[in-house]
């Protein structure tokens, strides 16, 4: 070496020995007939082995100025490396060369005083990976020069990867968008592989075992890759034929990455798996990008650029390009656009997400607004129906008018059913089913449900059995209404395709902890049975077996589909066993807490008409057949009837009159329900007098809206004259004692 150059190569004029046993030293190696291999050529390639490698080269100082060279390894984990500087004028003794920490790359610092021969050893520690005998030696002043820039270049490359990782991340928690997580880990594992390949682990923390870092993050990049690329082009949907591939290999890198650490020949996994996962990427890219997805479009653009980077890379190990620096900063910069590009196409994918979000906003508004009116404008013609066939019942007829009557009324309730069940479904699909926690025993539901389904599986000749394993007195915590309306769905469909046989709820206990016990409840039946092609479907909405199941057995195909929506609300999950002509199970498992107080029976109620003569109810609705209806209903309970026609003519009537109880429609033109209930609680300060709020808005909210307003109870439209006695009960008894 002499003044001319800062930066010497040493890579042709190295000798190398493998030491298969690894059991050689320094001693050894300095004997006259070590075998060293001498004109070694490129490719200085070593392959998975588990051997020590020796390398050693001469080396004479003729520069004047510079005592200190630097011999650095560009591509060789300074842990795995020991250096040994030998006098070959044997003036001095052999020496151990320490590491510099403060450098990324492995680097030793030689001294090499002016025209004195120096034999240079290393002995490099193989762990199962290729690897190159890439070294140089640098003056101080070309490390000093090299050593800012370089740290300038990596911190601009890694900063720009990590502020995306953390950028993608905090989208995911925005949108909650897997695609965004699987490129923020992609990213940040990438990272983590650069700093390590880079040296800059080194760097950071000495005590590190670089090579497991590498690996690891290496089989992180991958398996992230693969599911970022899976999500983004929504593979399952577009092409299934190629889903399972992709999650057969996910899962592997995910179970490789575990164990890999404990493998040998681990650079030969990672090279497996990324080569798999470019098998299966390129075909989906190419099929995709020829249906003009725009996904695949723009991820071409940013797989070429990534390609392209790698050919430095390429051209090294095929010893066609000897700049490891050159190489391995290309790769980085390649790396960078990539993931440009990639975030470019997450943030035009973010845009089109917020917009579809602000569509199901804008349409769930829609929605609402469309139930809310079709609930009254159904409701409202049914409320009449109802309420006539109910006048009737309470005159004398003859047995054929009877008849006739009854069979108007069970077509009312019927088609009631059919409203109530495409509104529940509705309002199930986009919110949250009330549940209202309560005290209950099983024996009311129970009971309740016998009264209603009882007579029903009598007249086909069914046995109805109601059976519990756990005590039915006990008193728990649960929403009892939202179990009945499941259990009621479960059995009432049971009852119905079931032609002979049994109809059965069975209630077992599954277990208790301290406070809580969780009960499952199996509806089972000896009717028509299920195809399992058919069970795939069951709890779709509007789902019927076959046109001709719809006929014979009438429904909307929504009551099951409610049931497994109230179910997975409470937080349970309805399942179903079944075969065709031998009949079906429905069960599932709720956890309930115990009471510590009996509960009232909510389901059980007094209906004897009471004496109300010495009380005054004004109806307030601007509808005049409701008028009349509720007159006549109320007049049938014995109680004296005012009617307002709107809530101007109310608060005039309550100016003038002191009335016990106020039925009050919500929908009225110019000064509705809500406006006149806060003007009558403000301005004529009647706090105490008891609202009733009439509605055939039956949508989630409406209770709680009426009572915000100021009223005291909610009846919604069509009433029967059981829950009109209720209310008179509730209010004009119960209230004035």
């Not at 050893?121 to 140089?136: A, E, G, H, S, V």
């Not at 009116?373 to 309420?387: G, W």
């Not at 429905?586 to 003569?613: D, G, H, W």
Request: charged residues 20%; contains cysteine.
């Amino acid at each position: 070496m002499d003044g001319n150059a800062d930066i010497v190569a040493t890579a042709s004029s190295i000798e190398v020995l493998e030491d298969k046993t690894t059991d050689l030293n320094f001693q050894d190696l300095i004997k006259p007939d070590s075998k060293f291999v001498n004109s070694w050529q490129m490719p200085n390639n070593v392959g998975y082995t588990m051997s020590a490698w020796w390398v050693r080269f001469d080396v004479l100082n003729h520069d004047p100025n510079n005592r200190y060279w630097y011999l650095q390894l560009q591509n060789i984990n300074a842990h795995s490396l020991q250096v040994y500087s030998f006098p070959k004028n044997f003036k001095s003794k052999a020496r151990v060369i320490p590491s510099i920490h403060e450098l990324r790359y492995a680097s030793f610092r030689l001294d090499l005083p002016q025209d004195e021969p120096y034999s240079i050893y290393l002995r490099i520690k193989n762990n199962n990976r290729p690897m190159m005998f890439n070294l140089r030696l640098l003056s101080a002043d070309a490390l000093v020069k090299a050593t800012p820039k370089d740290h300038v270049f990596y911190a601009f490359v890694l900063g720009g990867l990590l502020i995306m990782s953390i950028y993608n991340l905090l989208t995911f928690f925005s949108l909650n968008e897997r695609s965004y997580l699987s490129l923020a880990i992609f990213i940040f594992s990438n990272c983590i592989n650069l700093l390590s390949q880079s040296g800059m682990v080194s760097l950071l923390f000495p005590e590190v075992d670089v090579d497991k870092i590498h690996i690891v993050s290496a089989m992180l990049t991958i398996a992230s890759g693969n599911d970022f690329f899976y999500n983004l082009m929504l593979v399952a949907y577009r092409l299934p034929r190629y889903a399972i591939l992709f999650r057969i290999h996910f899962w592997l890198a995910i179970l490789t990455m575990l164990i890999v650490g404990f493998l040998p020949y681990q650079l030969f996994y990672i090279s497996v798996f990324g080569g798999a996962l470019l098998i299966l990427a390129v075909p989906v890219i190419w099929i995709l990008h020829k249906a003009k997805v725009s996904e695949a479009r723009i991820f071409v653009w940013a797989f070429l650029i990534m390609n392209v980077s790698c050919i430095p890379i390429l051209l090294y190990g095929l010893d066609l390009f000897d700049d490891w620096a050159i190489a391995f900063n290309s790769l980085m910069l390649g790396f960078l656009l990539f993931i440009v590009l990639l975030s470019l196409n997450q943030s035009r994918h973010t845009r089109e997400l917020r917009d579809q979000a602000q569509q199901i906003e804008a349409s769930s508004k829609a929605k609402d607004a469309f139930l809310t009116t079709m609930s009254h404008e159904l409701r409202t013609p049914m409320h009449a129906v109802v309420i006539s066939g109910t006048l009737l019942q309470q005159t004398k007829l003859t047995p054929q008018q009877s008849d006739y009557v009854e069979k108007l009324q069970v077509s009312a309730q019927h088609m009631l059913d059919l409203i109530n069940d495409i509104l529940d479904v509705s309002r199930l699909n986009h919110t949250k089913a009330d549940v209202k926690i309560q005290a209950f025993t099983l024996q009311a539901i129970l009971e309740n449900l016998e009264k209603l389904l009882s007579d029903q599986a009598r007249e086909k000749h069914l046995d109805f059995i109601l059976n519990s394993e756990y005590s039915i007195t006990t008193p728990l915590l649960g929403d009892p209404t939202r179990l009945s309306q499941i259990l009621l769905n479960l059995l009432d469909n049971a009852v119905k395709f079931t032609d002979d046989g049994l109809v059965s709820l069975t209630i077992k206990p599954m277990g208790q902890w301290l406070s809580r016990v969780e009960l499952q409840f199996t509806v089972a039946d000896t009717g028509i049975g299920l195809s399992f092609k058919e069970q795939e479907r069951l709890f779709e909405p509007f789902f019927q077996v076959n046109s001709s199941t719809s006929r014979r057995y009438r429904g909307t195909g929504l009551g099951l589909t409610i049931s497994y929506d109230l179910v997975k609300h409470l937080g349970g999950e309805l399942q179903v066993r079944s075969k065709p002509s031998q009949g079906s199970s429905f069960f599932f498992k709720l956890m309930f807490a115990l009471a510590e107080q009996q509960p009232i029976n909510s389901f059980t109620q007094s209906f004897t008409v009471r004496n109300y003569q010495e009380k005054r109810v004004l109806l307030v609705d601007d509808d005049s057949l409701n008028q009349f209806f509720g007159k006549e209903l109320l007049t049938v309970l014995g109680v004296k009837v005012d009617l307002a026609e709107s809530g101007t003519v109310a608060l005039i009537k309550l100016k003038e009159t002191s009335y016990d109880l106020v039925f009050m429609d919500v929908s009225m033109p110019d000064l509705d329900g809500y406006q006149t209930t806060q003007l009558i609680r403000h301005e004529l300060e009647l706090t105490e007098l008891p609202i009733v709020a009439l509605t055939a808005h039956a949508i989630s909210g409406e209770h709680e809206r009426c009572l915000a307003a100021g009223m005291n109870d909610y009846l919604a439209k069509p009433f029967s004259i059981q829950e009109l006695e209720t209310m008179l009960t509730r209010w004009l008894i119960k209230n004035h004692n």
